[in-house]
């Protein structure tokens, strides 16, 4: 049974790419090469995968940051003091 190494599409149907050249241990790209052999994948899919997984796992967390930032903002335009704010996000921040 193939193992599922990367939770995602491995092949795209993008016709757009950019030629990227990357500088990894090779320690880690041995790694690599064995997740895609396991996979039966190639290394770039693989590591396309990881990217996108990456990116979707991220995405809250950003949009968390993002709406934090805001916030601040407009609690700083409507003159409410650096302590305030502080205090306040100190009780939903982690």
């Given at each position: 049974?193939?193992?599922s190494i ?7 149907n993008d016709n757009?790419?950019?030629?990227l050249?990357l500088k990894i241990?090779?320690d880690?790209?041995g790694?690599i090469?064995?997740?895609?052999d396991?996979?039966e ?8 995968c990881?990217?996108?997984q990456?990116?979707?796992n991220?995405s809250?967390?950003?949009k968390?940051?993002?709406?934090l930032t805001?916030a ?7 003159g409410?003091?650096?302590?305030t704010?502080e ?5 939903f921040?982690?």
């Amino acid at each position: 049974m193939k193992e599922s190494i990367c939770q995602c599409q491995m092949t795209s149907n993008d016709n757009d790419y950019a030629p990227l050249t990357l500088k990894i241990p090779v320690d880690l790209l041995g790694q690599i090469q064995e997740a895609a052999d396991l996979a039966e994948t190639d290394v770039p899919s693989l590591l396309l995968c990881y990217a996108r997984q990456g990116l979707t796992n991220s995405s809250a967390e950003l949009k968390r940051q993002q709406f934090l930032t805001h916030a601040k903002d407009v609690l700083e335009e409507h003159g409410v003091h650096d302590k305030t704010i502080e205090e306040i996000f100190g009780k939903f921040t982690y």
